[in-house]
C-alpha cells in the first residue's frame, strides 16, 4: 500500500485536531492525534499522584500502552478519550512532554504507526523530529486571541463553562513551555507550509491542505 505522510504542527487552538480529522475522513487518511498520547501518559502520572517533572518516577512506563485508534484514546486498553481532555491534564501536559523518557517512547511509537498507508499525523514536533522526511509538511498557527476564543466555544459544545481570559493565559503560557523546551520544541521545520487560520473557517483550512495533498499525491 502506497505511504504518504503529512505532518501537522502548531500551537494549541490552531485548529489542528479538528482539521486533521476531518481531512482524514474525508480522504481516507488514518489520523494520529500525538497530543492525546502525551495527555493519557499525564493522566496516567496524575493518577499515580508523582511528581511530574521527575524523569525518575516515570517507572510506569515500561508497563504502560498509549494507543490512538480512530479517534479514540486508550490508556492499557481503557478508553480515555474525555478524562484526557480535563483542565488538569491539560495544564500539567507540557510539563511531562517535555521529559526525554516520555518523548522516546512516544516517539518511537509514533513513527511504526507511520510507516504504512496514508498518515496525517498532527503534533508539535511531527515535521521536525518524528518524521522529518513526512511529503507534506504544515504548520498551522493563529492569533492566541482567536485560538482562546476557539477554545472557549469548544468547551462550550461540550458542555464545559470557560474563563476567556484564564484560558487566554493557559494557552500563552502552554505556547512559552512547548516552544522554548530543550527537547524537539515546538518550532516550524524549514520545508513546512505556513497556514495562519487567524481570519479562515475550518472549511478555508481545510481545503486549501486538501489542495496541497492533491498536489503531492
Ligand atoms: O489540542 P491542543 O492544541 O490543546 O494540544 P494537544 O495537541 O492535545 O497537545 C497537548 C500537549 O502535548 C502540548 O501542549 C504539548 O505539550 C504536548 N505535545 C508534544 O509535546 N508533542 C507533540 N507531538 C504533541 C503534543
Do not use: W
Request: a neutral charge; glycine letters at 4%; aromatic letters at 6%.
Amino acid at each position: 500500500m502506497k505511504n504518504f505522510v503529512v505532518a501537522i504542527d502548531g500551537p494549541a487552538g490552531s485548529g489542528k485536531s479538528s482539521i486533521s480529522k476531518r481531512i482524514a475522513k474525508d480522504r481516507g487518511f488514518t489520523h494520529i492525534d500525538t497530543g492525546a498520547m502525551y495527555r493519557a501518559i499525564t493522566l496516567e502520572a496524575l493518577r499515580r499522584k508523582i511528581n511530574l517533572a521527575n524523569e525518575d518516577e516515570y517507572t510506569f512506563l515500561k508497563n504502560t500502552s498509549v494507543i490512538y485508534k480512530e479517534g479514540i484514546t486508550y490508556l492499557n486498553s481503557e478508553d480515555v478519550s474525555k478524562q484526557i481532555r480535563t483542565r488538569n491534564v491539560t495544564n500539567n501536559v507540557s510539563t511531562t512532554a517535555k521529559l526525554k523518557v516520555v518523548r522516546d517512547k512516544m516517539v518511537d511509537f509514533q513513527r511504526e504507526s507511520a510507516k504504512e498507508g496514508l498518515i496525517l499525523m498532527d503534533g508539535r514536533d511531527i515535521g521536525t523530529v518524528v518524521l522529518p522526511n513526512a511529503d507534506l509538511k504544515i504548520f498551522l498557527t493563529a492569533d492566541p486571541e482567536i485560538r482562546a476564543i476557539r477554545r472557549c466555544k469548544e468547551n462550550a459544545l461540550a458542555g464545559i463553562e470557560s474563563d476567556y481570559e484564564k484560558i487566554l493565559a493557559e494557552i500563552k503560557e502552554r505556547d512559552y513551555k512547548d516552544s522554548n523546551r530543550e527537547i524537539s520544541p515546538l518550532k516550524q521545520a524549514d520545508d513546512a507550509i505556513l497556514v495562519d487560520t487567524t481570519s479562515m473557517s475550518i472549511e478555508e483550512v481545510c481545503n486549501k491542505i486538501i489542495s496541497l495533498i492533491d498536489a503531492r499525491l
